[in-house]
């Protein structure tokens, strides 16, 4: 069991990530998932905490481990999940 475990995981809102959500709180961590739409996770309990955040953008990412330690003083295991792409040409990469 990973009672009083705390993880943040990028992308948690779905696919391999709502599934490592759900498998981490399965196993009584308390989870701190981010991601931009949280429509899948309303039934995940309370030991789930959205963060609304866009990975793409450093401050959002900064102000969700600063959450993380306020809330808690310190993070377990981070697991970054969630992916972007740039969308173009290679000259334009």
Same mark, same amino acid.
Not at 37 to 61: A, M, W
């Given at each position: 069991? #990973? @009672?009083d475990y705390i993880v943040l995981i990028?992308?948690?809102?779905?696919?391999?990530? #709502?599934?490592? &959500?759900?498998?981490?709180? =399965?196993?009584g961590a308390t989870v701190i998932g981010?991601?931009?739409?949280?429509?899948?996770? @309303?039934? #995940?309990? !309370?030991?789930?905490?959205?963060? @609304? *955040? =866009?990975? &793409?953008?450093? !401050?959002?990412? @900064?102000?969700?481990? +600063?959450?993380?330690? !306020?809330?808690?003083?310190?993070?377990?295991? #981070?697991? *970054?999940?969630?992916?972007?792409?740039? +969308?173009? &040409?290679v000259e334009k990469c």
């Amino acid at each position: 069991m #990973l @009672k009083d475990y705390i993880v943040l995981i990028t992308g948690a809102t779905s696919g391999i990530g #709502l599934a490592t &959500t759900k498998e981490f709180l =399965d196993q009584g961590a308390t989870v701190i998932g981010i991601g931009r739409n949280f429509s899948r996770t @309303k039934d #995940l309990g !309370e030991n789930f905490l959205p963060f @609304k *955040c =866009d990975v &793409t953008d450093e !401050e959002q990412i @900064k102000a969700a481990v +600063v959450f993380a330690q !306020e809330k808690f003083g310190r993070l377990d295991s #981070l697991i *970054c999940n969630a992916g972007s792409a740039i +969308v173009g &040409t290679v000259e334009k990469c």
